[in-house]
């Protein structure tokens, strides 16, 4: 009788919790559904800074534009997004109004795409208009740059002609074999599908600043303009800015002042020439005697870090106080105060101010909060900021930064090939003559010895984040002609930001040459480890309720039952 009656008390128990899932679990999302009338949707990008095939998401519904929330928001519906837009895919996506908050209604909440979907009305989400988001939650897309072939451009691609989308430096002397990073030239932007400059009147060493962030570097530096001013003109100029004019902490030039050259204005930019910026790259990507010099003063103990991350200038802020390293907790973290951290670590100004823990929860003390930086900053620690107090923050509200780096060209070095996805794959390197003075662009790299850290370099240095596995057999993904050992003995530390900066033997040597025992990785987005998911929330509170630990509730209790009905 004991028995029965604690069975029947279990599974009141289990029923109970079935019918709490069934009232808390809220119910799936139907399909959105055509637009009313059946009259075609339409897409746009939209905010900045940003390029052409990034942006917030807006959608045209009922003869009214508007965004799309970021709640489960997943790259399934970049996907659907970018091929409403023209583009063949998408290649990520962004949370929390990165491309600044829109205006008037949020269309879509909960969107729910598999991926496959011809239209966003196959996929579930909340129903059009029903949302409980606000502007700061509008989410963006970044599509991949490949149009899809035959696409007529039916729907809206906002250009926001009064927004500078991307720039560079165009060095007057050309070389061959010019050592990247490119740190002089004149300033160029992108207009048109073809490069533009910018008139120099009332050009101050500010605007510099802004330019060389965008760009990756630190600082800015005078340049010889007499020089430039003799040749600039050896090319045929188009000029598209002038008056601009930037205080400094901007984190992009769209956020400065300027004006635009409108139509085929005669007689630009009298008594001017092209803005010409020179920019001081940081400690990991300065180059010949410039790395000797920056490489002196390292002497001073360091108060600021990045943890976490998976490629250079990105990760969580730590700082160290007392001899103990703590993060920084993320109340009013902003691009400005990001930007501080970025250019006292040697990197260029921020693209991202990350909240929520981001780039994974820290450990030990959380040192500061509410940091308010004006941008002027030389450390993060002269910025204004509160101390902690124990309720204050928790680790889920780690502050983290993605910073502007140089473009180094080491992604054009190394590929990867035969893998099943761009993630994994034999590792091959580029060479200049193979031997017997044939060419041979590309060599293996030999497999004995080869191991995480290895794998760790090339994932970073392909951009495609951590190592999960560094393989010393790649007989599986035998799908390539190259077939020539070109280097052998690799070992590195983990931290380069290149093959080439590992040891390696000066004479190749392997002692199995086959192509089965080229060196492979697999690399992957998420920290190997780490559960996914972990410390990837926004930092918006969550209203939902927590039932990943109900299969908890289930196991326990049918536990019980089983113990019950065997009699234990």
């Known amino acids: 009788m004991g028995v029965t009656r604690g069975c029947q008390e279990l599974l009141s128990l289990l029923c109970g919790i079935w019918l709490w899932v069934s009232v808390a679990e809220p119910s ?8 009313r009338e059946g009259a075609p949707l339409q897409f746009r990008l939209a905010g900045y800074p940003r390029k052409h095939n990034e942006g917030r998401i807006e959608v045209f519904y009922n003869q009214e534009w ?10 399934a519906n970049a996907h659907v997004l970018c091929r409403h837009l023209g583009f063949v895919a998408a290649t990520g996506w962004t949370h929390s109004a990165k491309y600044g908050k829109g205006s008037g209604r949020i269309w879509l909440d909960n969107l729910n795409c598999g991926g496959s979907e011809k239209s966003v009305v196959d996929c579930r989400s909340r129903g059009w208009g029903n949302s409980d988001c606000s502007h700061e939650e509008d989410a963006g897309v970044i599509c991949k740059d490949e149009r899809i072939a035959g696409f007529v451009d039916s729907n809206v691609i906002e250009t926001e002609q009064n927004q500078v989308e991307e720039l560079r430096l165009r060095p007057v002397v050309s070389h061959a074999k010019r050592p990247l990073p490119v740190t002089e030239g004149i300033v160029e932007v992108r207009y048109k599908n073809s490069w533009a400059q910018i008139c120099d009147e009332n050009w101050s060493s500010w605007n510099s600043h802004v330019v060389c962030g965008m760009l990756g570097f630190p600082a800015e530096k005078k340049v010889n ?7 600039a003109h050896r090319h045929p100029l188009n000029y598209r800015l002038h008056s601009v004019s930037c205080l400094g ?12 050259y409108r139509g085929n204005a005669t007689g630009v930019c009298k008594g001017g020439m092209p803005a010409v910026v020179g920019c001081v790259p940081g400690p990991l990507f300065a180059t010949g005697s410039a790395q000797k010099k920056k490489r002196r003063p390292q002497q001073v103990q360091k108060r600021l870090r990045l943890k976490g991350g998976a490629r250079p200038g990105e990760g969580r802020v730590e700082v160290l106080r007392n001899n103990e390293w703590g993060t920084v907790c993320d109340d009013r973290w902003n691009l400005v105060s990001a930007g501080v951290v970025c250019r006292e670590l040697g990197f260029g100004s921020a693209k991202e101010a990350l909240t929520g823990a981001r780039m994974g929860q820290g450990m030990g003390p959380i040192h500061m909060n509410e940091v308010q930086c004006a941008g002027s900053e030389k450390s993060l620690w002269s910025c204004p900021h509160k101390n902690i107090t124990k309720e204050g923050c928790k680790h889920s509200e780690d502050a983290g930064v993605r910073c502007n780096i140089p473009s180094m060209g080491y992604e054009n070095t190394v ?15 580029a060479l200049g003559a193979g031997s017997n003075g044939t060419q041979q662009p590309w060599g293996l790299v030999c497999g004995q010895g080869w191991g ?5 370099v090339v994932c970073r240095q392909l951009g495609l984040g951590f190592a999960s596995q560094g393989l010393q057999e790649t007989w599986y993904w035998d799908a390539s002609n190259v077939t020539e050992m070109v280097l052998s003995g690799v070992k590195c530390t983990g931290q380069e930001m290149t093959l080439s900066h590992c040891r390696h033997h000066d004479t190749v040597t392997c002692q199995k040459t086959g192509t089965r025992f080229a060196a492979g990785v697999i690399c992957s ?3 190997p480890g780490v559960e996914e998911g972990v410390g990837l929330w926004s930092g918006q509170e969550e209203s939902r309720i927590p039932l990943p630990s109900l299969p908890w509730a289930f196991s326990r209790a049918l536990g019980i039952l089983s113990l019950g009905l065997n009699g234990g």
């Open 28 to 35: 799936p999302p139907t399909p959105t559904g055509q637009s």
């Open 66 to 75: 508007g965004t799309i929330c970021d709640d489960d928001f997943t790259l």
């Open 225 to 231: 303009q007499n020089f430039y001013r003799l040749s």
């Open 249 to 260: 902490h901007e984190a992009h030039l769209s956020l400065c002042s300027f004006e635009f």
């Open 415 to 429: 590929r990867l090939s035969g893998g099943r996805s761009p993630f994994e794959g034999r590792v091959e390197v």
């Open 452 to 456: 995480i850290l290895e794998a760790a």
């Open 525 to 527: 987005e998420s920290e």
